[in-house]
């Protein structure tokens, strides 16, 4: 029966080619797309954040229902010096400056992060070292770390990069560490970091820092949550 249902059907698609080939057509668009759709969902839904420990990795927000906001400089340093919940939080905030090499100026992406940003993520520099508690400190040298593609597009890929002046927005920044070639998606797209040095500022507000947090376990997920609550925040 299988056999004669199939010679039947070929016949079928024989006797109208234009219907034949339209339908072949759109099973491919069709499978096409799913295949496509998959792929998109694997990798942003399904995969494992690309970092140290995924699972104790959560954002934090200013939480104002049904809205949340990122935070203040006054409320990321007060969550910084109240919070008992996390084993480390960060903070970043994204920034374009002007490189110069001298010769040629052109604007690049980039981000101001907390010192603490790459060791909560668990991200290592290929070259030099990542931030350190004084290269937050308000006033201390200014110090930059740039992603692969800068180091090889803009600085030639010298070895003896680490250590020589990044001038970024007519101010030289040393340079203290290159990133590893591939990025995570956190990184994908910035060209440098540069280390936040905030202040507590006389009021709130503008309201532009991004805040991680790493839970010091999965399961203390829940009490963080209450704990930033209680505080206007959320995860």
Same mark, same amino acid.
Do not use: C
């Given at each position: 029966? /299988?056999?004669?249902?199939?010679?039947?059907?070929?016949?079928?698609?024989?006797?109208?080619?234009?219907?034949?080939? /339209?339908?072949?057509?759109?099973?491919?668009? !069709?499978?096409?797309?799913?295949?496509?759709?998959?792929?998109?969902?694997? !990798?942003?839904?399904?995969?494992?954040?690309?970092?140290?420990?995924?699972?104790?990795?959560?954002?934090?927000?200013?939480?104002?229902?049904?809205?949340?906001?990122?935070?203040?400089?006054?409320?990321?340093?007060?969550?910084?010096?109240?919070?008992?919940?996390?084993?480390?939080?960060?903070?970043?905030?994204? #920034?374009?400056?002007?490189?110069?090499?001298?010769?040629?100026?052109?604007?690049?992406?980039?981000?101001?992060?907390?010192?603490?940003?790459?060791?909560?993520? !668990?991200?290592?520099?290929?070259? !030099?070292?990542?931030?350190?508690? #004084?290269?937050?400190?308000?006033?201390?040298?200014?110090?930059?770390?740039?992603?692969?593609?800068?180091?090889?597009?803009?600085?030639?890929?010298?070895?003896?990069?680490?250590?020589?002046?990044?001038?970024?927005?007519?101010?030289?920044?040393?340079?203290?560490?290159?990133?590893?070639?591939?990025?995570?998606?956190?990184?994908?797209?910035?060209?440098?970091?540069?280390?936040?040095?905030?202040?507590?500022?006389? #009021?709130?507000?503008?309201?532009?820092?991004?805040?991680?947090? #790493?839970?010091?376990?999965?399961?203390?997920?829940?009490?963080?949550?209450?704990?930033?609550?209680?505080?206007?925040?959320?995860?």
């Amino acid at each position: 029966d /299988v056999i004669r249902d199939a010679r039947y059907a070929i016949r079928q698609l024989l006797m109208t080619p234009g219907f034949t080939a /339209v339908a072949i057509v759109t099973l491919a668009l !069709g499978i096409g797309a799913t295949t496509a759709m998959f792929s998109v969902v694997n !990798g942003v839904l399904l995969r494992p954040l690309p970092y140290a420990d995924p699972g104790r990795l959560v954002r934090i927000y200013t939480d104002a229902p049904p809205n949340k906001f990122p935070f203040s400089v006054a409320d990321y340093l007060a969550l910084q010096e109240q919070q008992t919940r996390f084993e480390q939080i960060a903070g970043y905030a994204y #920034r374009a400056m002007a490189f110069s090499d001298g010769n040629v100026a052109e604007r690049v992406k980039g981000r101001v992060v907390t010192w603490t940003y790459f060791p909560l993520l !668990g991200i290592r520099p290929a070259l !030099g070292r990542p931030f350190t508690e #004084r290269d937050g400190r308000p006033g201390s040298p200014p110090v930059v770390i740039v992603s692969h593609g800068f180091w090889q597009q803009r600085l030639g890929g010298r070895a003896d990069a680490v250590g020589r002046a990044v001038r970024l927005d007519g101010a030289d920044h040393t340079l203290v560490g290159i990133l590893p070639p591939l990025s995570s998606p956190l990184e994908h797209g910035q060209e440098f970091f540069v280390p936040a040095q905030w202040e507590t500022p006389p #009021r709130k507000g503008p309201f532009f820092i991004r805040a991680l947090g #790493r839970l010091r376990s999965e399961s203390d997920r829940s009490a963080a949550a209450a704990e930033l609550r209680a505080n206007d925040s959320s995860i």
